[in-house]
Each structure stands twice: as C-alpha cells, then as structure tokens.
C-alpha cells in the first residue's frame, strides 16, 4: 500500500515538519511585522518567506491565533527574564540598574517594534481570562519592577518620588511611539528605515530625558 498524500497526512495532523520549523515559524512571523510595521500575517507570505508548509501552523499552534499569541509569549518571556535577572544583581546602584533597563527597553522595541500594539491586539481580541494571563505573567511584573526599582531609588536618596504605574506609560509610550512611527519619519522626515544609527541616537536621548526626571533634585 502507498504513503499517504500530503493533503491526507496534513488533515491527520501527521506533518513532516523539519527540525526548528516551530521557532522558524516565529522568527518568520517576527521579521514579516517588524518589517511590515504592521501587527498580522498572511500565512502565504509566511508559507513563501520560511519555506514552510503553512499547515505547519495548525499542527504547532491551532491557528493564527494560536501563532500570534505564541509569538506574543516568546518576545515577552525574554523581557520578563532579563528585567529579573536584572532586579537580582547585587552591586548595582538603582540609578545603573534604570540605566541599563531603559538602554534594553529601546535595544526590544527596535528589535520587536510591534511588541505593544500586538499585546493590546491579543488582550483586546482574548477572552477575561487569557487577557488577565498577559497582564499577570507580562504587564504586571514590569509596573512591579518600576515600583522596586523606584523605590530602592528613593530610598538612596538618588530618585525623587514618582507614581511608578504613570512611570510604566512614560516609558512604554517613549519607546512604542517612536518605533512605530516609519510612516512619520518617511513623510516628515523622509527616512525610509530606522537604522541602528538612529536606535542609538534615540536611546541616548531618551535616558537622558528619563534620568533627568526621576533623579532627585
């Protein structure tokens, strides 16, 4: 008796999927947002850009849904981590410590431009119960890290007092506005990219405006 066919092996959910085609998928959905500005896949485009059979993604992920809200999970989890293990160095003053969060929050939104649009995307479009999953695993421990971190500030006498949850929308705002502005820098400023040279140039300022805030006068 023959193989099956492919159509009947993909309605099975038996796929031959070659190795790494999961996070291929992911990086594949990632690059297409990034360089689209935009926050959805045709999973054609996806197909053709990874080389992979679309099917791929009901048999990884159920649908594009499904996909979204992994890639969701993946960018979020990075950030999570490195805002813990940063909250965790030992000698490390907090004014360091904001430094080098906001120099990594740019360095994510430049990487993931869409990271803010597509959360607000997923909480907006998820049931009461996945949206509460996002907050509490991914928004929740990033206002916690602002109120430890600000607050360790203040303490030492390096930080004045400020709300950390308007600190939250301070620095989100900073960072997804800009990155999701190319249509702003072509017609305003006729630049079709955003370059590293142009990350570094904003990065700079915008700790510079950040610090100059927070620290104690």
């Known amino acids: ?18 190795p790494g085609a999961r996070d291929l998928l992911l990086q594949t959905a990632s690059a297409i947002m990034r ?13 053709l850009r990874s080389g992979l059979n679309s099917a791929l993604v009901k048999y990884y992920f159920g649908n594009k849904a499904g996909l979204l809200k992994a890639l969701l999970d993946r960018d979020w989890q990075a950030i999570v981590t490195s805002v813990d293990a940063l909250l965790a160095k030992d000698g ?13 929050v740019v360095d994510t939104f430049y990487d993931v431009p ?11 479009e998820s049931d009461d119960a996945e949206a509460r999953r996002i ?17 360790d500030g203040v303490r030492a006498g390096v930080f004045r007092e400020i709300d950390p949850q308007l600190f939250y929308f301070t620095v989100t705002g900073a960072v997804d506005r800009f990155f999701s502005a190319r249509l702003v ?7 079709d990219s955003l370059t590293e ?19 104690a006068r």
């Open 114 to 124: 869409y990271l803010n649009r597509l959360t607000m995307r997923m909480v907006r």
């Open 35 to 47: 360089e689209g500005d935009v926050v959805d896949i045709s999973l054609s485009e996806l197909s």
């Open 1 to 18: 008796m023959g193989s099956r066919s492919q159509a009947a092996m993909e309605a099975a959910g038996d796929i031959a999927a070659p």
């Open 135 to 151: 907050a509490d695993c991914y928004l929740s421990p990033i206002y916690r890290a602002y109120e430890q971190l600000i607050g």
């Open 197 to 215: 040279t142009l990350r570094d140039r904003y990065r700079e300022h915008t700790i510079d405006i950040i610090m100059a805030g927070i620290l």
């Open 92 to 104: 490390w003053s907090p004014e360091a410590k904001l430094h080098r969060h906001l120099w990594k």
């Open 185 to 191: 820098l072509k017609h305003c400023f006729d630049q």
